[in-house]
């Protein structure tokens, strides 16, 4: 099939190169000339593993190209994709602006039959919406249908999550619309494809993502707990989730969900069901307790070293998740300017995201991004984990100890196990598990 996509970052260029692998012609756009030419040259605009293979190999097959030039993908294309951004406003609804212009862009451009298909996550009704801008600004009547076809993928593992779906979901209400999705995915796929109305697709990607938020908050609240009760939340989480009902995924305590869908969808659906009147007072505490992980790894850090301010901390991972170089929403967006407005001096390292926090957050005299983890601790007073990335988990502890000043660590991660950091010496701190203190501590009165 003959097929254009809007948006070319995290979900478009993968949907992109994951369409053409899939041996259709694929045309994409994206309206920065930057990242046009970057990805023509076959160049990746971000770091996910098994894209720079793809990219190659579909540009040289000659089946996908990319332009800056939307009349060239609509008038190629059967179907076309929607994959900009849906961004949240101030107000925690999903800010449109990106899919509204792209249906006022192709609205004119329409000449014969065309699918126009929502991939990027909207709030229910939204079909409706693009569907009636499209009819208002076409000028004549055109022949076109609005459908939703929700992504799924996860950013670390997108490639291998396009090419390999454990579902579909198709929203169609017209016929013609469900057919010619149907066609294109049956043919390459054989796993569950769910087939159903426009709305209701909308509403399951909202919905998936506001579940997978509640099961993560659940799983920190269990680790409040846990820290209370002598318990650890590992444990706990294995023993519930071993239960096919439950599930071990998504439970694994730490900082919380971040990126660029979790945090963005749940207040988007909350704001739809507010807007509808609808009791969504579940969702605003997953939403609560999420933003306290970064308050509860703090207070942490400032119990083990007690006075931060001219402390030298080292800082592994500042990537939302490990596998991307992705800082959307991640922990460290709190964490780190909270720790340099104490006075810390950081020493940050991460094996992606770096270029990308310091566009945010320059270098200077207490902030320096360092080139290998050995390189952050150097000198540290304590240690904290941000991101499970892998390297990480296969550090040499004995020379990172050998190489701190004070062997603390702090682990929003759960990257260790207790008695592995007790055995190589460190004082070390987590979330719901057991502390790790060699020294004794403080008396603490309690209110
Ligand atoms: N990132 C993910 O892992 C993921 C997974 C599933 C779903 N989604 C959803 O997919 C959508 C896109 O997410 P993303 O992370 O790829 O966003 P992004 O911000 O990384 O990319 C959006 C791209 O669209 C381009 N764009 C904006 N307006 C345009 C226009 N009028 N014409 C052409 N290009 C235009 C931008 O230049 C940008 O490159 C969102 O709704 C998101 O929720 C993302």
Known sequence: MR??????????LVTSVGLAELGHAVTAIDKDPDIVARLADGRPTFHEP????????????????????????TAAADIIFLCVGTPPRADGRADLYQVEEVARTIAPLLDGYKLVVEKSTVPARTAYWIDWTIRRLAGREREFDVASNPEFLREGSAVRDFLAPARIVIGADTGRARSLLLDLYQRSFDCPIVVTSVTTAELIK??????????????NLVADLCEELGVDVTTVARGVGL?????????????????????????????????????????????????????????????????????????LGVAFKPDTDDIRGAPSL???????EAGAILR????????????LHPPDDRLTYVESAIEAVRGAHALVVLTDWEEFRSLDLGRVRSLMRTPIIVDGRNLFEPAQMQVAGFEYYSLGRGEVAPRAEPQRERV
């Open 348 to 359: 940050v390292y991460d094996p992606a995201a770096m270029p990308r926090l310091k566009t």
């Open 3 to 12: 097929l254009g996509v809007f948006g070319t970052g995290y979900a478009g």
């Open 334 to 340: 709190g964490v780190i300017p909270r720790l340099h």
């Open 50 to 73: 098994g894209l720079q293979e793809l990219l190659t190999s579909n540009l040289q097959a000659g089946r996908l190209r990319f332009t800056t030039r939307a009349e060239e993908a």
């Open 243 to 315: 239960d096919p009902r439950v599930g071990s995924d998504f439970l694994r305590a730490g900082l919380g969900f971040g990126g660029s869908c979790l945090p963005k969808d749940l207040s988007a659906l909350i704001r739809v069901a507010e807007d509808k009147g609808v009791d969504i007072g579940m969702l605003r505490a997953v939403e609560h307790i999420n933003s306290a992980r970064v308050d509860r790894l703090l207070a942490k850090v400032e119990r083990a070293l007690w006075v931060v301010r001219h402390k030298v901390v080292a800082v």
């Open 206 to 219: 909202q919905t998936a993502n506001a579940f997978l938020a509640t099961k993560i908050s659940f799983i």
